[in-house]
């Protein structure tokens, strides 16, 4: 009888363990499998020569069972959950978005796959729309290519992505592809990116002095589509995976394409394709983004306001979230970088919109309240404003709201 013991109460505790973390996620059956974990224990201390050793053992595989149920549904609902933003409270805004309305979305396919120009890409969204928009990126070539489906694919695997394969019929510049539950839309368009946009995005992209010499030329391009009904804090459809995607597929067409620029027009930023950020799962997510779809500005303010500057975010639009922006007098301090920084960070980690009205940082003395307003620079969208307040919360100076500058 010893055996038995030993061995019921070894696969009990392993399975045990191992629902723990899964049940940590899920978000279903924590408790259970917390509580079959501490009556495994207590039926090691009484042993098998006791009954009620034999009593604790059974009850503890009974909790481990249930666990495991409860959490096998609380994947299926964890994956089937709506990543789109909403309001969430201060005390709440750890937690992983779940939306139960999943029924009232728009069908991903029925956006527009025709060329157009990046406001209509992006501004139009709004943070609770049913339907994230799709994330788009760009690789600018130097000379016009031939676009072929087949060795695109044989890079895109060499890359990294080797469950890659061609999905639907192929037209001409352009194919698509699934990679597991995602489809990558790639397709080639002759001639130089408008000129306006361009320029934009050479203004901004501080770190590469020679963007603006490497980009002037360039002869054609391709466009990088990726579209999720939702976006899910973790896996193939969370925005890390779907940001490595982007570089891996940009990596995989250098590699034979004459590349001369990524370009990421939700943050109208430039990057070079020697220096596109490698696949790090471990990254936090608001590392990769800033290092690819999400930009982070100081800009000064003019007229009345000379002497003022804006601290903005550009891209997080386009993964489904709000944009951050700050105004504040004289040059702006780390303390403002840093909270702007995390406030971005905040909905990346927790999939969620922070609520209007509360107080920022959330942590210690706020300087801040957040409020939801219109973009002072860039195309027109809602950001989150960080408006300052007094050490009694009320309102201590004004947020310029318009367009002064574009």
């Known amino acids: 009888m010893i055996w038995l013991f030993v061995i019921l109460g070894l696969c009990g505790m392993a399975s045990a363990l191992y629902g723990l973390g899964r049940a940590s996620s899920a978000r279903r059956g924590l408790y259970w499998q917390i509580a079959s974990v501490g009556l495994f224990v207590v039926a090691w201390v009484l042993g098998h020569e006791q009954g009620g050793g034999w009593v604790v053992l059974i009850l503890a595989l009974l909790a481990t069972i249930t666990g495991s149920l409860l959490r096998r549904r609380g994947d299926e609902s964890y994956v089937a959950a709506q990543a789109t933003p909403r309001h969430t409270s201060e005390r709440s805004i750890g937690e992983a978005v779940t939306d139960e309305n999943a ?35 760009w690789v600018l070539l130097s000379k016009s290519w031939q676009f072929v489906p087949d060795v695109f694919l044989a890079s895109l695997r060499r890359a990294g992505e080797r469950s890659a394969r061609l999905d639907g019929p192929i037209t001409s510049g352009a194919a698509r592809f699934a990679i597991g539950r995602l489809l990558l839309e790639v397709e080639y368009f002759s001639g130089a990116a408008p000129a306006k946009e361009i320029a ?45 995607l982007h570089g891996l597929a940009h990596r995989a067409l250098a590699e034979f394409a004459p590349a001369c620029a990524n370009w990421w027009p939700g943050a109208a930023r430039l990057l070079s394709p020697d220096t596109q950020p490698r696949d790090a799962g471990d990254e936090r997510p608001i590392l990769l983004a800033a290092a690819t779809a999400v930009s982070f500005r100081t800009l000064p303010l003019d007229g009345d306001l000379t002497g003022h500057f804006v601290c903005d975010s550009m891209g997080l639009d386009t993964l489904g979230l709000l944009d951050v922006q700050v105004s504040v007098e004289g040059e702006p301090d780390e303390s403002v970088s840093r909270a702007l920084y995390a406030l971005a960070a905040i909905q990346l980690e927790t999939n969620d919109v922070p609520e209007e009205g509360m107080p920022w940082p959330s942590d210690g003395s706020p300087r801040w309240r957040l409020r939801r307003g219109p973009a002072c620079f860039g195309r027109p969208r809602e950001v989150l404003l960080l408006e300052p307040i007094d050490e009694n919360g009320e309102s201590a100076g004004a947020v310029p709201e318009a367009n002064p500058r574009t």
């Open 103 to 137: 029924e009232k979305r728009a069908d991903a396919d029925e956006l527009s796959r025709g060329e157009s120009s990046v406001d209509s890409m992006v501004s139009e969204y709004s943070p609770f729309a049913v339907a994230p928009p799709p994330l788009v990126s």
């Open 200 to 244: 934009e995005a050479i203004s901004q992209s501080w770190d590469w002095p020679e963007a603006a010499s490497t980009v002037r030329t360039h002869a054609a391009r391709v466009r990088f589509t990726t579209r999720v009904e939702r976006y899910a804090m973790q896996g193939e459809n969370s925005r890390p995976a779907i940001l490595r």
